[in-house]
């Protein structure tokens, strides 16, 4: 028998992660400059970072000959502060998907179930089955989670359970008191993984106080990341917030050097910058009308999102996908997640949206004439 097929069966049942294609890939392929090409494939922030991020990475390349500070004292006080909670509640993380990835490896023994939503982030079933358990895939409805039907398929071997909100890739969100009745109503002893990788970027009246939770759900982990809104996704940060007793087995079976020096200190310093993520979130609700205006003219039918990305349908969306990127254009086809007409275009700057809607446009035609 060779290597691989010596490998579970779980590990030979994940489908890789297809990340957004990188700009520099692109213009490889298609002799374009790099400098012309628009990237909106992986809701990253068109911002840029806080200026502050960029200073404290300026500090801190001198210390690099050294191992970063393997508990994040510097992360940790900082989170603290912005978030009311102790220091022995964060686990920081390689990116959130480090910390998805602990979870999946601490609360999963081989054969658990870890339960997540039709449509919900690829990195929830590579994870469980990395970690040799069962993925169960919940049906969604109107592409978002289905919280009743979530809580139905627990059984005595569900051991996580992961909710993305809002949900990356459709954009769709669940009220907070609706996800308040459905922890009131989950065994104690399932882990509830609410990952809010795009919390900052929720309206106002949408905002929910999640931290408060944690005093009555021990069981309750809230995923946290910088690579959104802080725009520090090169760099690698993300957290995970909860009880002492989770939060200690989780720093166990961590890398102990998991997030950089520069990645530390960048968030820390990019936490303070709060007028910054305003910006962020004030400019994306601008590019969210500006990009589904575009969709109404076009006549197509998008999922209101609330995220920094939108989901639209276009018809054949591998067809369309390869049209934008001979335009230098790269977006998300997203057939992985089940939806093979659709294509995921995180917002970008108002010219990058421009270049977007106007390469839709010409995709559109082009495949009409077909
Ligand atoms: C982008 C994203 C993450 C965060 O990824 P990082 O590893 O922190 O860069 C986590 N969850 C969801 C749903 C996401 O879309």
């Known amino acids: 028998m060779g290597i691989p097929e010596q490998v579970s069966a779980s590990i030979r049942a994940i489908s890789p992660y297809q990340p957004g294609k990188p700009i520099a890939?692109?213009?490889?392929?298609?002799?374009?400059?790099?400098?012309?090409?628009?990237k909106l494939a992986s809701n990253e922030n068109p911002?840029?970072?806080?200026?502050?991020?960029?200073?404290?990475?300026?500090?801190?390349?001198?210390?690099?000959?050294?191992?970063?500070?393997?508990?994040?004292?510097?992360?940790?006080?900082?989170?603290?502060?912005?978030?009311?909670?102790a220091p022995n509640q964060i686990v920081l993380g390689n990116g959130s998907n480090d910390v998805?990835?602990?979870?999946?490896?601490?609360?999963?023994?081989?054969?658990?179930?870890?339960?997540?939503?039709?449509?919900?982030?690829?990195?929830?079933?590579?994870?469980?089955?990395?970690?040799?358990?069962?993925?169960?895939?919940?049906?969604?409805?109107?592409f978002g989670h289905d919280l009743d039907a979530m809580a139905a398929a627990v059984t005595e071997r569900t051991r996580i359970i992961f909710i993305a909100n809002p949900n990356n890739p459709t954009g769709t969100f669940v009220p907070g008191e609706r996800i308040a009745a459905?922890?009131?109503?989950?065994?104690?002893?399932?882990v509830v993984v609410l990952d809010e990788a795009y919390t900052e970027y929720?309206?106002?009246?949408?905002?929910?106080?999640?931290?408060?939770?944690?005093?009555?759900?021990?069981?309750?982990?809230?995923?946290?990341?910088?690579?959104?809104?802080?725009?520090?996704?090169?760099?690698?940060?993300?957290?995970?917030?909860?009880?002492?007793?989770?939060?200690?087995?989780?720093?166990?079976?961590?890398?102990?050097?998991?997030?950089?020096?520069?990645?530390?200190?960048?968030?820390?310093?990019?936490?303070?910058?709060?007028?910054?993520?305003?910006?962020?979130?004030?400019l994306n609700r601008r590019g969210m009308t500006q990009l589904t205006e575009a969709f109404?003219?076009?006549n197509l039918t998008w999922i209101p999102s609330w995220g920094n990305f939108v989901t639209v349908r276009v018809g054949d969306a591998v067809s369309i996908n390869q049209r934008l990127l001979a335009q230098g254009v790269i977006v998300r086809p997203i057939g992985g997640y089940g939806l093979p007409e659709w294509l995921r275009v995180s917002v970008g700057l108002p010219e990058e949206n421009d270049r977007f809607i106007n390469a839709l446009r010409h995709a559109l035609e082009e495949e009409a004439g077909q």
Do not use: C
């Open 25 to 38: 890939e692109l213009a490889r392929e298609m002799g374009l400059r790099v400098g012309d090409i628009v």
């Open 47 to 85: 911002l840029g970072m806080s200026p502050r991020a960029r200073e404290a990475i300026a500090r801190e390349v001198a210390d690099l000959p050294r191992y970063p500070d393997g508990n994040g004292f510097e992360l940790k006080a900082a989170l603290v502060r912005k978030y009311g909670v």
């Open 100 to 142: 998805l990835d602990l979870l999946a490896r601490t609360f999963l023994a081989p054969g658990d179930e870890a339960v997540f939503s039709e449509h919900g982030f690829a990195v929830y079933p590579i994870s469980t089955l990395a970690a040799s358990g069962k993925p169960v895939q919940v049906p969604a409805v109107n």
């Open 182 to 190: 459905f922890l009131a109503k989950v065994p104690r002893n399932v």
């Open 202 to 282: 929720l309206p106002d009246a949408d905002r929910y106080d999640s931290v408060a939770w944690l005093a009555e759900h021990p069981n309750l982990i809230i995923s946290r990341t910088f690579s959104k809104a802080y725009g520090l996704a090169g760099l690698r940060v993300g957290f995970g917030l909860g009880s002492p007793e989770l939060i200690d087995l989780l720093n166990r079976v961590r890398q102990p050097f998991n997030v950089s020096t520069l990645g530390l200190a960048a968030a820390a310093a990019a936490l303070e910058d709060e007028a910054f993520v305003a910006r962020s979130a004030d």
């Open 296 to 298: 109404e003219r076009l």
